[in-house]
Nanobody
């Protein structure tokens, strides 16, 4: 019933851009904070960004701040991650996640999120 489906990943040259989408269904989308996480081979999963349910406040990791922009369209039950100025260090599988208990300003802590997508691969060539 609950579904989160990422799309928009692919292969891009360093310095390029991609826009990831996360389409949600099966739950009340606008009540949930949405987070983006990524995991590269040999590395731990890390939080990238999140957007709050209450007021749309956003949070970014230091690695992506100034380059990535998260947004949500509650009417479409979709969240986006615009990624600019990509580097090979951004290569990873990107996951979106939804959390109901993430009240107030969102946080990129994986354990507080309830639902997860299957991920989409982003590969940045040098």
């Amino acid at each position: 019933e609950v579904q989160l489906v990422e799309s928009g990943g692919g292969l891009v040259q360093a310095g390029g851009s991609l826009r990831l989408s996360c389409a949600a269904s099966g739950f009340t989308f606008d009540d949930y904070a949405i987070g983006w996480f990524r995991q590269a081979p040999g590395k731990e999963r890390e939080g990238v960004s999140c957007i709050s349910a209450s007021d749309g406040a956003t949070l970014y990791s230091d690695d992506v701040k100034g380059r990535f922009t998260i947004s949500r369209d509650n009417a479409k039950s979709t969240v986006y991650l615009q990624m600019n100025s990509l580097t090979p260090d951004d290569s990873a599988v990107y996951f979106c996640a939804a959390g109901l208990a993430v009240t107030g300003h969102c946080i990129t802590v994986a354990t507080v999120y309830d639902y997860w997508g299957q991920g989409t691969q982003v590969t940045v060539s040098s």
